[in-house]
C-alpha cells in the first residue's frame, strides 16, 4: 500500500522533516489557531494537534484535525490514554479515519492531577505501548483489541509515539524505545531538547541497538520565548532538562527572544549532523509565529513536495 | 490491611446532627494498626464530639464499644447479643467493609461511617501507611518481582515508566516514588531486566472492579442449608 500521509512521504523518501505544533484553545472558537496553522502552512509538512494537554479541558484534537482538513493541511493527531478507554479510543481512531486523518501520535498523558479538572478519573485502561499496538493491530491484522475483525479494512495509516531521553531511568529510555518500535511505532518524536549531550548520549544506545533505520526520530525543538518559560519547564515539568547554562545565556543577551529562537535554530542544526535524526517536531506553542523564521533560518525551506 | 483516617470532626457533628443518643463503634483490627478506628480512637472521637456539641447546646449522651471485627458476623453478632441497644446512630470508625457489614446485621439501626476507606497497603513505618494493592483480580506481582505498577504507577502502566519519571520520583508528586524506576532497578538487580523489553498486551479489567461488584463463591467450601 502507497502512503497516504504526507509525513510518512517525506520520511521514506529520505527528505528532513519538520512538523510543527498546535494547542486547541479552551473554547470552541478555533479561528486563531486556523490562522496560526494557516501562517505556517509552507513550512511545516504536519501539524501534531495536542490532546487536552497537560489535562486541561480544551477543543479535542480530532476537532481542530477536521478544520486543517478543511484548509488542506494535513493533521497529526495526539491520542493519550488518560481520557478514554479501549472503546472510545479505536472509535476516535476510525472516526478520525473516516473523514481524511492518516497520522496519529500515541501518548500517555499527563496525569489528571496537572490540570483543570483534578478530581476527574484518570483512565489508562491501555497504557502508551498498548495503544500503539492496537493501531497497528487495527491497520496490519484488520482486528480491534478484542480479536474482533473490522468490517472494512482500515487505510494506511502512520503511526507516532513519542520518546523522552530526559526522563528516567536513562538506562532504560533506548529501550524503552525499542519496546515501542516493536509494538507498531514508524515515527518518533522527542521532548523538547536543551541538554544536548544527554541527548547525544541517547542517540549513541539508540544506534548500537540499530533502532534508527527501524523507526524515523524526530527531535523535538521548542523556542525559548522567556526566562519564565525557560525556569517553568526546568521547575515544574517532569521529565524535562533546561540546563542552568541555557538560561543564564538568554538571561545575557540583548534581545532575549531572539537569543531563544537562536538557541532553536542551533538545536536544529546540530541535530540534522546527528546519525538516525530523520526530522524536528517544533514545538511553538503560543508562539507559533516565530515557526517560519526557526524553518527558513535553520534551512529547512522550502518544504519538499513528494507525491 | 485496609488503610483509613478518621473524617474531620466538623464532618462527623455534622452527619450526627440529627440525633441525640449515640453509639461510637470502633474496630479492633486494621484500623486499630492505623490509629484511625480503635478502642483509642473511639474514646477520643466520642470526646471531641461532646465537647463541641455541648458547646453548641445540643443534649447528647455518647457510649463508645470496640468490636475485634466489624466485618465478620461472628463478631457483630456476638456484640448484638451481649449489649442492648437503644440508641439512635451508630458512628462506626470501621473501614468501609464494616460499616456495610454492620448494616447487614442490623438493618433496623442507622449505621453512619467515621471514616474515610483509603486504601489496602501496609504500615512503613511509625505514622507513614503506603497503598500497594488494588485489588485489580488478575496479579501481576510475577512480572515485577513484587512490586505492583498497578497500583504504585499513578497511570498504572504495564510496560514501563511513561516520560514523567524524573530521579525515582513519580511526576504526580516527588512524595511517590516512581513503581517503575523501582521495578527497574529491582531487575536489574536480578538480572531479570529483559522482562522489562517484553510488551505487555492491554490487561483485562474485568476481574477488577470495572467488571462489577466481585463475589467469590467457593461451592466446595459451602455449607447447604439447614446443614
Redesign the interface.
Known sequence: MKPESNLEKILTSGHFAVTGELGPPRSAYVDEIKHHADAMRKHVDSYNITDNQTAIVRTSSIGVAASLLQMGLEPNVQMTVRDRNRICLQSDLLGAVSFGVRNFLCLQGDHANFGNEPQSKNVNDLDSMQLIQALKNLRDEGVFISGEKLEHPLPRIFIGAVANPFADPFEYRHLRLAKKIEAGAQFIQTQCIFDMDRFEKWMEKVRELGLHKKTYIMGGVTPIKSIGAARYMQKNVAGMIVPEALIERIKGAKDRQKEGIKIAIETIQRLKEIEGIAGVHVMAIAWEEVVPEIVESAGLYPRPKVD | MIIAERKPLAEIAEMLKPFQKICILGCGTCVTVCLAGGEKEAAETAAALSLLRQKEGQKTEISTFTLLRQCEYEYIDDFIAKNEFDYDVILSLACGVGVQTMTTRMPDKIILPGLNTKSMGYPVEQGVWTENCLGCGDCVLDLTLGICPIARC???????????????????SKDID?AW?LI??RLSKMGM?DR??K?????N?STSHHGGPRTIIREDVRLETGE
Open positions: 499513578s497511570k498504572s502502566m504495564l510496560n514501563g515508566p511513561c516520560g514523567g519519571s524524573q530521579d525515582g520520583k513519580c511526576e504526580v516512581c524506576h527497574y532497578e531486566v522489562m523489553n510488551i505487555q498486551p492491554p490487561k479489567w
